[in-house]
């Protein structure tokens, strides 16, 4: 599995609140993504990054923010959750450039 | 706009080879094809992936055809186990953050 664990597995939050998940990996990977997983959109990514502190944006960003203070977390925050961020999300690594290896997920209810 | 069509559904009886067919007729020449899989709600899962030439490694071989507009994934004896979304990506080498995964196709396997 790539050493990555994603907390929590589940969370319900209300409409407003700020939210971070987390992503957790053990060997020191320099690229990790975060993906989000909805029916009829397949996996879309969100954010990603190439290093400690150098993060960029991908397909749908909006609403979401991402931080690496170290090599081994990379954080996905939710400012203030919308109920359209419910959703399931992976996070991933990437491995020798060519593989991604992804998490078991966390499933987000924002009511 | 996605860059590869995939049949929303397939069935395969179990022990008997599977046959997945992806077509990307605007493949460029710079862009591999890779091969995921979904098994329920867990993250995606690495399968294999290729330039040109065929491939073959534990989990199934990738065939591609000369003018690289189609390929086949190969599963040589399915399990139920494979019962899972299987998704077709290209993108160009070493850009993981162009990996767009469409619906992909839910195999079936069936005792």
């Known amino acids: 599995d790539a050493g990555i664990t994603q907390s929590p597995r589940h969370k319900v939050t209300e409409t407003g609140t700020p939210v971070t998940l987390r992503c957790h990996q053990t060997?020191?990977?320099?690229?990790m993504y975060w993906y989000r997983q909805d029916p009829g959109h397949g996996l879309r990514l969100i954010h990603y990054?190439?290093?400690?502190?150098?993060?960029d944006k991908g397909e749908v960003s909006d609403g979401y923010s991402v931080s690496r203070s170290k090599t081994e977390d990379f954080l996905l925050t939710l400012e203030s959750a919308t109920s359209s961020q419910t959703s399931v999300y992976f996070c991933?690594?990437?491995?020798?450039?060519?593989?991604?290896?992804f998490g078991s997920g966390t499933q987000l209810s924002v009511l | 706009d996605a860059k590869t069509t995939q049949p929303p559904s397939m069935d395969c009886a179990e022990g008997r080879a599977a046959n997945l067919p992806c077509n990307h007729s605007?493949?460029?020449?710079?862009?591999?094809v890779y091969w995921y899989r979904q098994i329920h709600s867990q993250g995606p899962q690495y399968i294999i992936h290729?330039?040109?030439n065929n491939e073959t490694n534990e989990m199934a071989s990738l065939i591609i055809t000369e003018d690289r507009k189609s390929s086949t994934l190969i599963l040589p004896h399915a399990t139920l186990r494979d019962t899972a979304v299987y998704y077709c990506?290209?993108?160009?080498?070493?850009?993981?953050?162009?990996?767009?995964f469409g619906a992909g196709t839910r195999l079936t396997v069936k005792p």
């Open positions: 991933a690594i990437s491995v020798s450039n060519e593989k991604l290896f």
């Open positions: 060997e020191n990977h320099r690229y």
């Open positions: 990054s190439y290093g400690v502190k150098d993060t």
């Open positions: 605007t493949i460029s020449g710079n862009e591999y």
């Open positions: 290729g330039l040109k």
């Open positions: 990506i290209v993108r160009v080498a070493y850009n993981n953050n162009d990996m767009r």
